[in-house]
């Protein structure tokens, strides 16, 4: 079985900063892509960001030069660095990882169960 943690939620006013962390553990052969997602109340879960195992990121266009995804592959664990942040991000921002379990079955996808952040103005 395959766990991933997210860390680092929390209340923080517009203009802060937070990190989130989420920390894969578990049968883990490799994982290939991470991603962060957010849901707000009332609203869909949207995409905000995510790196390939070559450590390529991609972002939403509402955090484009304001968050930064990273990843540290020898402790599975993914990151987002959220800067100036609005009271639009507030959300439960959620983990999602690709990860192979073995070498015979292709990836499967992972969830967390998420971390609150709140942000106010």
């Known amino acids: 079985q395959v766990r991933l943690e997210e860390s680092g939620g929390g209340l923080v006013q517009a203009g802060g900063s937070l990190t989130l962390s989420c920390a894969a553990s578990g049968s883990i052969v490799s994982i290939i892509a991470m991603k962060w997602y957010r849901q707000a109340p009332g609203r869909q879960r949207e995409l905000v960001a995510t790196?390939?195992?070559?450590?390529?990121?991609d972002y939403a266009d509402y955090v484009k030069g304001r968050f930064t995804i990273s990843r540290d592959s020898a402790k599975n664990t993914l990151y987002l660095q959220m800067n100036s942040l609005e009271p639009e991000d507030t959300a439960v921002y959620s983990c999602?990882?690709?990860?192979?379990?073995?070498?015979?079955?292709?990836?499967?996808?992972?969830w967390g169960q998420g971390t609150q952040v709140t942000v106010s103005s």
């Open positions: 999602n990882a690709d990860v192979k379990v073995d070498v015979w079955n292709p990836s499967r996808t992972y």
């Open positions: 790196i390939t195992s070559g450590g390529i990121a």
